[in-house]
């Protein structure tokens, strides 16, 4: 089945700063790949997903870029805000099969 | 947009209980619901996959007996957690999704779950 690896577990910037968190996956069929941002004790927010026939999609201060072929996808935060701070998980899936989630990275945008 | 609502937000139990869990989809038809726990500080795992009038699919590791699932309609699933011990205590996720070859699913609000 599935396997999603995530790295760092932990990230932490400065205001302002980028962030980058990546992703692999393992099943070559998958071809769905949300990211989440999950506060505590709250459900996971979908920010942006993208699907297998596109290699980068961008909304606002958010990107995510997915290579099929090294089969990894990351998520790109530009300009990063103290709100920006959560924990944020990606997945993979294979249409409207169920996700598979990585281990998750603690993000902490510092003042 | 897609609303699913669960309940109840938390509860509290004595261990041997068992606890009903809500899954409703507010404003769209889930053909599939699935139901995920997460411990604190980990990520979101997997327990099952049901669809509308048929039987749950459980991840291997998930005891069916223990965790029953009922996906009665297509807005209602439900899982009954069976003789609770407190190591099932954790936050339980459920999601929908609006049928085949739409991916996106919408989650709940999630359920905290005590055992004492």
């Known amino acids: 089945g599935e396997n999603v690896e995530q790295h760092p577990s932990t990230l932490s910037v400065q205001e302002g700063d980028s962030a980058v968190i990546k992703c692999t996956y393992s099943?070559?069929?998958?071809?769905?790949f949300p990211w989440y941002k999950q506060e505590l004790g709250k459900r996971p927010q979908l920010i942006i997903d993208?699907?297998?026939?596109?290699g980068e999609k961008k909304d606002q201060r958010i990107a995510v870029t997915l290579n099929k072929t090294a089969k990894h996808f990351s998520l790109h935060i530009t300009e990063t805000q103290p709100e920006d701070s959560a924990v944020y998980f990606c997945?993979?899936?294979?249409?409207?099969?169920?996700?598979?989630f990585g281990q998750g990275t603690r993000l902490t945008i510092n003042p | 947009g897609a609303v699913v609502s669960q309940h109840p937000s938390w509860v509290i139990c004595k261990s041997g209980t068992s606890v009903k869990i809500e899954c409703r989809s507010l404003?769209?038809?889930?053909?599939?619901m699935f139901w995920y726990r997460q411990f604190p500080k980990q990520s979101l795992m997997l327990m099952a996959t049901s669809n509308e009038g048929s039987k749950a699919t459980y991840e291997q590791g998930v005891e069916k007996d223990k965790f029953l699932i009922n996906h009665a309609s297509l807005t209602l699933s439900t899982l009954t957690v069976t003789s609770a011990h407190p190591e099932d205590s954790s936050f339980y996720i459920c999601?929908?999704?609006?049928?085949?070859?739409?991916?996106?699913?919408?989650f709940g609000p999630g359920t905290r779950l005590t055992v004492l």
């Open positions: 999601s929908a999704s609006g049928g085949s070859g739409y991916n996106e699913q919408f």
């Open positions: 404003d769209f038809q889930a053909t599939t």
């Open positions: 997945a993979a899936s294979q249409g409207a099969q169920k996700l598979v």
């Open positions: 099943d070559s069929a998958s071809n769905y």
């Open positions: 993208i699907r297998s026939n596109v």
